[in-house]
């Protein structure tokens, strides 16, 4: 059983710049790819961005690609999010999530490991 806890959230203003931390407590956590997903109010839960655990190859979702930044650092079993540029509607809470396989790392279903998450709001 691998746990994923986050951290990093908070209050912010609209432009300010924030680091998500997402720490695993596995060993083999380099074998893992992981990904960030969020979840507004009344919304379903949708991708973020994602990075393999072969090759470090990152994807990211539309809305945040060039203002978020995935990255993961295997020898502190942590995966990063640095945000950029937020804005009003990136208010969500912020779950990072891990994957034993590496295809439709898009999809919330491919994950076999998610965190608790943690809140992010950006005011205007």
């Known amino acids: 059983q691998v746990q994923l806890v986050e951290s990093g959230g908070g209050l912010v203003q609209a432009g300010d710049s924030l680091r998500l931390s997402c720490a695993a407590s596995?060993?083999?956590?380099?074998?893992?790819?992981m990904g960030w997903f969020r979840q507004a109010p009344g919304k379903e839960r949708e991708f973020v961005a994602t990075i393999t655990s072969i090759g470090g190859i990152t994807v990211y979702a539309g809305s945040v690609k060039g203002r978020f930044t995935i990255s993961r650092d295997n020898a502190k079993n942590t995966v990063y999010l640095q945000m950029g540029g937020l804005k009003p509607e990136d208010t969500a809470v912020y779950y990072c999530?891990?994957?034993?396989?590496?295809?439709?790392?898009?999809?919330?279903?491919?994950?076999?490991?998610w965190g608790q998450g943690t809140q992010v709001t950006v005011s205007s």
């Open positions: 999530a891990g994957s034993r396989t590496v295809r439709n790392l898009q999809l919330p279903t491919t994950y076999d490991y």
């Open positions: 596995t060993r083999t956590f380099s074998n893992y790819n």
